[in-house]
């Protein structure tokens, strides 16, 4: 049940005294001084190895064994990609339906402040942790394969869109589902046709989003023995073939550039369509 806060009454405030030059130090300075401290306390990681290197000479050295790619392993690359994306897909279609039942119990407005404590500490605990963790620990149960990628992105991607969900909920207004329950509707109609249509657009930006986002994490849990194309470049970084590996990287760039347009134009064209879509009465 949902209470509503009285307002509070504005009194006249006194006149303020002047402050004086360190009472001055407003939450920005202070805020930048402590980065400046911790640049400085952090400084001491960039000092090198304390070899006599060559960088530069090592860096024209490593990026010349990238050129030129070598295309032969265009097709296996594109196999992988295809299974890369078969793992995001999954995975998010997975994490969508169980965000979206972990985030009513995470919203203020739609459960009680235990249950909503609870389901954000799950929530805070599974975003802790990141998806190359995640995929690290679905390889120790199920093995290196594409499951262990789809579980690792799945509990990865129920961190975020859980706690994206539950904003998105608590920024609808309670009003409209409020008349329908007032008028005889049920709790699941005043929701699909009080909170749903408000909070819509947002959980399919969100879910569109996350897909684009757990394509390109994907293409990195591979290395851990997830499956997709991240596989292939951690067998190729382990021989020392940059030119197979330069030609995987740019399989890579092309697909997500071109998912990543075409998701950013379907996400514009849901939430216009919602947008601007007739309510019903």
Do not use: H
């Amino acid at each position: 049940m949902i209470k509503s806060k009285p307002l509070a009454s504005k009194s006249p405030s006194p006149d303020l005294p002047a402050l004086r030059w360190f009472e001055r130090l407003n939450l920005v300075n202070v805020t930048f001084l402590i980065f400046i401290l911790a640049v400085v306390f952090s400084s001491t990681v960039i000092r090198g190895s304390g070899r006599d290197l060559n960088y530069l000479a090592n860096l024209y050295q490593f990026v010349s064994n990238f050129f030129p790619p070598d295309l032969t392993v265009m097709g296996d690359s594109l196999a992988s990609l295809v299974e890369t994306v078969k793992i995001a897909v999954m995975a998010t279609l997975f994490a969508i339906v169980i965000s979206f039942l972990l985030s009513l119990g995470a919203s203020q407005n739609l459960a009680s402040r235990p249950l909503v404590l609870v389901f954000r500490m799950l929530l805070n605990l599974v975003r802790t942790l990141p998806s190359l963790i995640w995929a690290l620990i679905a390889v120790a149960i199920v093995g290196p394969n594409p499951l262990a990628g789809v579980i690792g992105l799945t509990f990865y991607s129920i961190g975020y869109l859980g706690k994206f969900f539950s904003e998105a909920f608590e920024s609808c207004d309670l009003e409209v589902a409020r008349s329908l329950q007032i008028m005889g509707a049920n709790s699941f109609q005043a929701f699909q046709y009080g909170l749903w249509p408000q909070a819509k657009p947002l959980i399919w930006s969100y879910s569109i989003w996350m897909l684009e986002y757990n394509i390109r994490s994907a293409s990195i849990i591979g290395y851990v023995g997830a499956g997709g194309i991240g596989t292939q470049l951690q067998i190729y970084q382990e021989f020392g073939q940059w030119d197979k590996f330069a030609t995987v990287l740019i399989c890579i760039l092309v697909v997500v550039t071109l998912l990543d347009l075409l998701g950013e134009r379907i996400r514009r064209s849901v939430t216009k369509k919602i947008a601007f879509s007739p309510s019903r009465d």
